[in-house]
Antibody
Framework: QVHLQESGPGLVKPSETLSLTCTVS????????WSWIRQRQPAGKGLEYI?????????IYNPSLKSRLTMSVDTSKNQFSLKLTSVTAADTAVYYC????????????WGQGTLVTVSS | SYVLTQAPSVSVAPGKTARITCGGD??????VHWYQQKPGQAPLLVIY???DRPSGIPERFSGSTSGKTATLTISRVEAGDEADYYC???????????FGGGTKLTVL
């Protein structure tokens, strides 16, 4: 079973850059699409798709975040990363990394999630 | 843009059957996937490709579709099934995934 683990700062100041990394273990990052999804706080808010990256490095971003978003992948470390610039309080959320099934577009493996708070 | 509509909440007594629906713009050919999210936990895929169950998901969980509506059915509901449930499809127009707003299942 593939295991995903998010890591990164839990507190980011407004206007700064949010950076997160997802480490994949128990399987290869190769030949899959990997995604970031967030859930804004307070708890119980819906799931918001951020974007995805293929193991080759090709990316597809949510148009609403595209201007502030950069994703990258490091296949040697089995990791992929997210950078979101110019953050505001509206970016406060639990951020999840997830694997996208090649067969049907479901998110078949998720990280536990990490809370990122944007505050001065 | 593609919209998936779910009822905000559903309540059911233990041992009964819960039905959670997901309706919207989908053409009827897209696969629907369902996720269970318990408080403080990540979403968990419980149904994929309309009606398939991942390994480890109890047979009490089943999925079906009829026209533009997908239904997640939970038989013999248990207290541990209390959670938020989200449907998801892949919007072929935008080539992006779309999630429903979620349904909170309360076990009475």
């Amino acid at each position: 079973q593939v295991h995903l683990q998010e890591s990164g700062p839990g507190l980011v100041k407004p206007s700064e850059t949010l950076s997160l990394t997802c480490t994949v273990s128990g399987g290869s990052i190769i030949t899959y699409y990997w995604s970031w999804i967030r859930q804004r706080q307070p708890a119980g808010k819906g799931l918001e798709y951020i974007g995805r990256i293929y193991s080759s490095g090709s990316t597809i971003y949510n148009p609403s975040l595209k201007s502030r978003l950069t994703m990258s992948v490091d296949t040697s470390k089995n990791q992929f990363s997210l950078k979101l610039t110019s953050v505001t309080a509206a970016d406060t959320a639990v951020y999840y990394c997830a694997r996208i099934s090649l067969d049907d577009g479901s998110f078949d493996n998720w990280g536990q999630g990490t809370l990122v708070t944007v505050s001065s | 843009s593609y919209v998936l509509t779910q009822a905000p909440s559903v309540s059911v007594a233990p041992g009964k059957t819960a039905r959670i629906t997901c309706g919207g713009d989908k053409s009827g050919s897209e696969s629907v996937h369902w996720y269970q999210q318990k408080p403080g936990q990540a979403p968990l895929l419980v149904i994929y490709h309309d009606s398939d169950r991942p390994s480890g998901i109890p047979e009490r969980f089943s999925g079906s579709t009829s026209g533009k509506t997908a239904t997640l059915t939970i038989s013999r509901v248990e207290a541990g099934d209390e959670a938020d449930y989200y449907c998801q499809v892949w919007d072929r127009g935008s080539d992006d995934p779309v999630f429903g707003g979620g349904t909170k299942l309360t076990v009475l």
